[in-house]
């Protein structure tokens, strides 16, 4: 792989400089737009790593956000630790692309956030499907549906799209129905 192709990647054992302290890599809010299309009966979305509001933009102009919040003030929604909340219930669905260092713990915890047959949607990259630690989550908790994304969409280091222009990963949305115990189907977008 090309030195380039590390660098948008913000891999940190081949990327000059240092990846983003707080793992802020945003959404194109193509993405947002393609869920909505997939999963139109999301409503009161809780968008709760919203950074500067890629996706929480793209839903609240479809009238179906309900907050966005983010451990740091990056100029949308409000400041909160999506996983220091302690509030029993949100009443409606999760959606987000979590800092990927923590994006088992962002499921687990929007699991426990939400309502039996409400959603959790997570954007992940498809190499999340991969690891011994996350089968149990996978065992535990199928998702219902994964929609890959069959056009690369790009996501980018401190809401950057001008320098972190790749596409070199590959992304999905992986969507949970809290109760949910049938087969994971995967379908395809874009």
Not at 40 to 51: F, K, Q, R, V
């Amino acid at each position: 792989m090309k030195e380039s192709t590390f660098i948008n990647l913000g891999a940190t054992n081949h990327a000059r400089g240092i990846r983003e302290e707080y793992d802020y890599y945003a959404t194109d809010p193509i993405a947002g737009k393609l869920l909505l299309e997939a999963e139109p009966d999301l409503t009161n979305i809780w968008e709760c790593a919203s950074g500067a509001g890629h996706l929480a933009k793209v839903f609240d102009e479809a009238g179906k956000l309900g907050k966005a919040t983010d451990l740091i003030d990056r100029g949308y929604g409000t400041v909160e630790d999506f996983l220091s909340n302690t509030e029993p219930y949100h009443n409606g669905d999760i959606v987000t692309n979590p800092p990927y260092k923590l994006a088992q713990e962002f499921v687990e915890h929007a699991l426990n956030k939400v309502d039996e047959g409400r959603k959790v949607c997570m954007f992940l990259k498809v190499l999340f499907l991969e690891s011994q630690s996350r089968k149990e989550l996978f065992t535990q908790h199928p998702p219902r549906t994964i929609y890959i994304s069959s056009s690369r969409i790009n996501c980018a280091k401190n809401g950057d799209f001008k320098t972190y222009n790749s596409s070199a990963i590959a992304y999905a949305w992986f969507v949970w129905v809290k109760g949910y115990e049938g087969e994971t189907v995967i379908k395809w977008i874009n």
